[in-house]
């Protein structure tokens, strides 16, 4: 009886796996089937493509031409349509703006190199091709490490800087990408289960806000626009690497150097962050001489931008127009 019972646990257990391998399977080959598209059909015609030396770098610029350049970084899976109303409160209030699309995202190139260094050199190009001033720098989530990078690297470029729920990584010691993750094809079986799934997109967006309401269509159709591009998963999987891993390369990632930065800084949070904690924006400002301004927006989560456009954009003015 017992040897019965274990038999026929191990062939459930066995159907259950199979189960899964095809499930898995399937999530992959759907992607295959969705990543159809090329840019030229799917991007906006709101922006445009600025050539670099690692490929073309998609933006979206608003306001007068002549007006204080700022430059938006976006965070995770995001790209620069995700700070379309921000775009628009900045271009009503006179400043120019520069929306980027941080590769592997949104509609710019995919060069297959995403280190903080590469994304700081890539915004560099990207402002000189523009001939643009010196720029209020504004960096969200992970794209605040490309921001700081391309501060610390090209100071010229930058006239004051912001940050939004910066995930910097300063608090947490330094560590290789698992080894789990370093096949390509594992990275791309976890992509098409989670950033390129459009069945997941609306959990992904609930798990990083407070205000899971603001999940909105609006906001998960900005969200899956670019991903029905040829080779997204493979391309993200390649990101992936670099995002798990320590980017022991990056000046960003050293908490002296820091004290280096000669501009002026403000840190803009949500109170209810729960991917980077406030304990993270309260740690990033004792490492800035003098100590930034910190504003924290009340009931709001990681992606402030879009959980309450209106407190966020009021924030944002009153900081740029401090700096």
Known sequence: ???????????????????????????????????????????????????????????????????IPVVLFHGTAAWSELWRRTSDALAAAGFHVI????????FSDRPGSYTRQDQAARVNDVLEALKARPAIIVGHSFGAGAATELVMRHPDRARALVLI????????????????????????????????????TTMLLKSLIAKKERATP???????????????TPDIADWLYYFLGADTGAMSVDRTAYAQVKIPVAILWGDKDNITPVEQALDLRTLLPPEPALTLLPGLGHIPQIEDPD?????????????
């Open 99 to 106: 929306a980027l699309d941080l590769p592997p995202f949104g």
């Open 165 to 200: 729920d910066a995930a910097l990584g300063l608090t947490a010691a330094p560590s290789d990408a698992p080894f789990v993750i370093q096949p390509k094809w594992i990275r791309e079986i976890l992509v098409s289960l989670s950033i390129t799934n459009p069945a997941a």
């Open 1 to 67: 009886m017992v040897s019965n019972t274990l038999r026929w646990s191990a062939k459930g257990l066995l159907v259950l796996l199979l189960l899964l391998i095809v499930v898995v399977i399937a999530f992959r080959m759907a992607a295959s089937i969705r990543e159809t598209g090329s840019r030229a059909e799917l991007a906006p015609r709101s922006g445009h493509l600025v050539p670099t030396r690692s490929g073309g770098v998609f933006v979206q610029e608003k306001g007068p031409p002549d007006g």
């Open 311 to 323: 407190m966020f954009n009021d924030a944002l003015l009153k900081a740029l127009r401090k700096l």
């Open 218 to 232: 609006e906001y998960v159709s900005i969200l899956q626009w670019p991903l029905t591009q040829r080779d997204t």
